[in-house]
């Protein structure tokens, strides 16, 4: 008898999907205020808004906006998260993961932050500028006048977001929840950003929305993860902290350290760092900023996570299957070193 | 004595913001569950996904699928409210108002309804296809090769919402709330529908939503409006009923009407449509719809909002600042009409 019921325990095991079993049910989500709004943008005059006959080539559109989406739960916290997307991906990187477990953006709500999830300039809901397409087809421009747009395919974004050492292989223990990765190819989006001024605009709008919050921790990943030591460098003023995950770079160990000393910053890695020659040269640069930015004074911690412990995450970290552990780990981080 | 206690109420009358005036202080909202998702979408080879030499050229994308974000309150009523917006827009329609009032995609939730926003095709967080770019812009294909893809200027939409006959006159009694038109025009996006297959694949992913939900409104907006009759046309199944506002067109009266007698429909129309070349053109043919709809046996009903009373509502009814009121008229509709 024992054996049939271990045999009916491991069917029913199999039968149950991965996110039922990783993730209880929840008590139902208490919203002090939720909604949306954009920061930033200004109005350019084009002749080539459109082709079509039913919408006029001549007119005003608004630019460079950038769209913020927040909850903010009962008895906040003092300081609110701001979650910044990176390449090719918008604001739903911190939504619910492709294989459907709860994202950041509720968890860190559900854990007392007020949380701003944004679409970057020109990105999802943030408006791209296109005239140029229009005024390339109309033959008013050259063809170099076309945007730079490209998308990253699902080969190359393997690699990349170190999924394995190259498409199909994976690496071994990989935490990223592949058996869904179809869900996340759909996130993924065409960008724009080589079309934008530098520094990205992005940049200003997260400066504004800092000041507007009056004590933000920013939250970036890869592309992103330089936007918010730009952001420092422009203006400190409500940047509570600054967590850049898996950044694409960190300022120069050669420049201005005094915007990095005046808030507490985390750059955090995942695993199979050392195996990516894409990653491995931007850890070592990370490093030598951190040693910098410390030796001018300043609360920086960079940390890779198999050396606290915590094994087999891709670059996609907070989409992992152990996304909430390394949730809590952060706020963690954030409640010694912010909220204090 | 009587005369300076009037005066200072006026003042303070008129140093609130008209926000706070009309959103009294909410109790918090109550969430069972919420996320977002992709449904549809299919993989595509290119050879022209970047130019840039950190990005391959060649690989796979994934194109049309559909994003969806959604609530679920506590004991949710039997249907859920799947939220369609309208050209050159996204999901931000529904949310928050360019003046900050609670949007319907909250509301709805409020009211009892589990509130589904999606983001059409090539749209906000759903991916737009940006290969013919590359492939012109590097020479492997013709310029007629470029995308459709166009922007509604300040100007056009103003008379095409219909704030007033054209630009900058207003409509006397205009409920659209235009002292915060800027962060209107932030919402703004271009529209790729001229660039996508016929029907928009929004449809099929809104078919497949709605046999997913078991039971869904689907409440479209303009370009959209004719969206969920394209959808019941190809599969009635999951469509608990429709309501299109404001569509830019309605099924031709000649066409089969027995997808249309499945289910209530209602076709919402606001303010000022005589006054508009464009829009009271269209009025009339919903109504040879509706018409022809009713002779077949379906449920189908017409309204101008000014002649239940309402008036002074753009083609941004959502937005306007009596739009609470509308959505209270539409939660009765859909209570009687679909709920019972």
């Not at 039913?54 to 009962?74: N, S």
């Not at 190259?166 to 592949?178: D, H, I, R, S, T």
């Not at 960008?191 to 992005?202: C, G, I």
């Not at 990095?260 to 990516?276: E, H």
């Given at each position: ?204 709008a997260l400066s504004e929305l800092a000041i507007r ?104 970290l907070m989409q992992d299957k152990n996304s909430l ?16």
């Amino acid at each position: 008898m024992p054996s049939v019921i271990k045999i009916a325990f491991i069917v029913v095991a199999l039968a149950w999907p991965a996110a039922a079993q990783q993730t209880p049910k929840e008590t139902p989500l208490v919203i002090e205020k939720q909604g949306s709004f954009f920061v930033g943008g200004h109005d350019i005059h084009s002749e080539t808004l459109s082709t079509l006959p039913a919408y006029a080539p001549t007119g005003t559109v608004t630019v460079d906006q950038m769209y913020v989406r927040f909850q903010i739960p009962v008895n906040a916290a003092r300081h609110s998260i701001t979650l910044i997307h990176g390449c090719c991906l918008t604001g739903k990187t911190w939504e619910t993961t492709p294989d459907g477990r709860m994202g950041w953006d509720e968890y860190f709500v559900r854990k007392g932050h007020s949380t701003y999830v944004i679409d970057q300039a020109a990105r999802g809901r943030s408006a791209a500028n296109t005239s140029t397409i229009n005024s390339v087809k109309t033959g008013k421009a050259p063809l170099d006048q076309l945007p730079t747009v490209f998308a990253a395919g699902h080969e190359a974004a393997w690699t990349i977001f170190r999924f394995g050492p190259e498409y199909p292989k994976v690496f071994a223990g990989m935490q990223f929840p592949l058996e869904s990765q179809a869900e996340f190819w759909k996130q993924m989006v065409p960008d724009w950003s080589a079309s934008l001024p530098t520094p990205n605009p992005t940049v200003s709008a997260l400066s504004e929305l800092a000041i507007r919050l009056d004590g933000t921790v920013l939250v970036s990943h890869s592309q992103s993860g330089i936007y918010p030591f730009q952001t420092a460098a422009l203006n400190t003023k409500g940047i509570a902290g600054i967590v850049s995950i898996e950044p694409g770079g960190c300022p120069a160990a050669g420049a201005d350290m005094r915007p990095y000393t005046k808030m507490p910053i985390l750059v955090l890695f995942g695993d199979y760092v050392d195996q990516s020659p894409r990653w491995a040269p931007r850890l070592k640069s990370c490093k030598e900023f951190v040693q910098a930015a410390n030796k001018a004074g300043g609360n920086v911690e960079l940390v890779v996570l198999p050396d606290i412990g915590i094994h087999g995450n891709s670059h996609m970290l907070m989409q992992d299957k152990n996304s909430l552990e390394i949730a809590d780990w952060l706020l963690g981080w954030i409640d010694r070193q912010i909220e204090k």
